[in-house]
């Protein structure tokens, strides 16, 4: 995969490194040359050049790139490069950091951003995430306004526990993608049943996040499975006579 990453300081330096070692050809442009040397990036490429200027970009065959990621520290930069990959060079998937919170609401497709990583508020979520136990937690805005990563970890005391994935009603809009046990990660079906301490990740729509939370909140048992023992004692005894008849 080619990926071009605008920005070489810290943050643009570590997500190349990252996908270097997953073999993936990088591509950094930056302003200052400098940055090429202390970088300590092996098997990267470089461009030296304003990412903001049409022909950077053109020098740098965006058009060939699989993703773009806009990771300098200027947020108007990382809007225009995300904007000019989309319309100019119909890249198919741009990420773009977002530095300053109060801009969040502008990475969106209308400023050609696919992926908005607002990293104050990833790390806020990720310490949420630490103490936060029994609640949604939101990780990660896809499309921003559209959809999110979320995580639920589950109380020992929760009535979900015992359920199967397969036995609760799930709101429409949100999907169960991996249940982390023990430090270890398990691809959900139907038949995997919760217990405490399990950590649910789901992909959501915004509108369905309340949904979700409604469903997993203490005191809340729609949709479950688990049944008491006189209605499993009802349905024995309707079969019994059935089968009499």
Same mark, same amino acid.
């Given at each position: 995969m080619k990926v071009v990453i605008v920005g070489a300081g810290s943050v643009g330096s570590s997500i190349a490194r990252e996908l270097l070692a997953h073999k993936h050809e990088i591509l950094l442009i930056d302003l200052k040359p400098e940055v090429i040397g202390r970088s300590g990036l092996r098997g990267a490429r470089w461009l030296v050049g304003d990412a903001c200027e049409l022909s950077t #970009?053109?020098? @740098?065959? #965006?058009? /060939? @790139? /699989?993703?773009v990621v806009s990771a300098t520290g200027d947020d108007k930069v990382n809007l225009v490069v995300s904007l000019l990959a989309k319309t100019e060079f119909g890249v198919g998937r741009t990420v773009g950091r977002v530095n300053n919170p109060k801009n969040d609401w502008m990475f969106n497709d209308s400023w050609g951003v696919d992926v908005a990583v607002n990293t104050p508020q990833l790390m806020t979520a990720l310490v949420e995430e630490a103490v936060e136990i029994g609640d &949604?937690?939101? #990780?990660? %805005?896809?499309? %921003?306004?559209? @959809?999110? &990563?979320v995580e639920f970890t589950v109380p020992h005391d929760s009535h979900v526990i015992g359920s199967t994935v397969g036995g609760i009603d799930w709101p429409e809009d949100a999907t169960l993608v991996a249940i +982390?046990?023990?430090? @270890?990660?398990? %691809?959900?079906?139907?038949?995997?049943? +919760?217990?405490?301490?399990?950590? +649910?990740?789901f992909v959501t729509t915004i509108a369905a996040e309340d949904g979700l939370r409604a469903l997993l909140s203490p005191g809340s048992d729609d949709g479950q499975e688990p049944r008491d023992d006189a209605a499993e004692a009802a349905d024995q005894s309707a079969e019994d006579d059935g089968f009499d008849g």
């Open positions: #970009l053109q020098d @740098a065959r #965006l058009e /060939d @790139a /699989d993703v &949604i937690v939101r #990780l990660l %805005t896809l499309q %921003t306004g559209v @959809a999110s &990563i +982390l046990r023990d430090h @270890a990660p398990i %691809t959900p079906t139907r038949d995997d049943v +919760l217990d405490g301490g399990d950590e +649910l990740f």
